[in-house]
Nanobody, 123 residues
Framework: QLQASGGGLVQTGASLRFSCARS????????VGWFRQAPGKEREFVAG????????RYADSVKGRFTISRDNAVNTVHLQMNSLKPEDTALYYC??????????????????WGQGTQVTVSS
């Protein structure tokens, strides 16, 4: 199971760091992605990282502000979010998929999902 943590209520310009941990099974062979869903909107891809950590992918809306990284030794993926904006307010989910060559951006490619963690950015 995936466990996501790190959400909260912050002001515009603040930073937050998410963690997505996997218990019971190794994360090493899985690409991991972060998605978010704002009220009334569809869930969207935010950032992802391949199994070895050598390649990442970001949504245009977060490029230059968010950084995804992973520590396979402790089965954890992090999402560092800087310069947060009100439009980043959403429920954030981490997801994992095994066997992908790159970082999938479509939800249907991901087999394992964590619970959502809320981020609220006030203006």
């Amino acid at each position: 199971q995936l466990q996501a943590s790190g959400g909260g209520l912050v002001q515009t310009g603040a930073s937050l760091r998410f963690s997505c941990a996997r218990s019971g099974r190794t994360f090493t062979n899985y690409a991991v992605g972060w998605f978010r869903q704002a009220p009334g909107k569809e869930r969207e891809f935010v950032a992802g990282i391949i199994s070895g950590g050598g390649s990442t992918r970001y949504a245009d809306s977060v490029k230059g502000r968010f950084t995804i990284s992973r520590d396979n030794a402790v089965n954890t993926v992090h999402l560092q979010m800087n310069s947060l904006k009100p439009e980043d307010t959403a429920l954030y989910y981490c997801a994992a998929t095994r066997g992908s060559i790159g970082v999938p951006i479509m939800m249907s490619y991901y087999s394992d999902w964590g619970q959502g963690t809320q981020v609220t950015v006030s203006s």
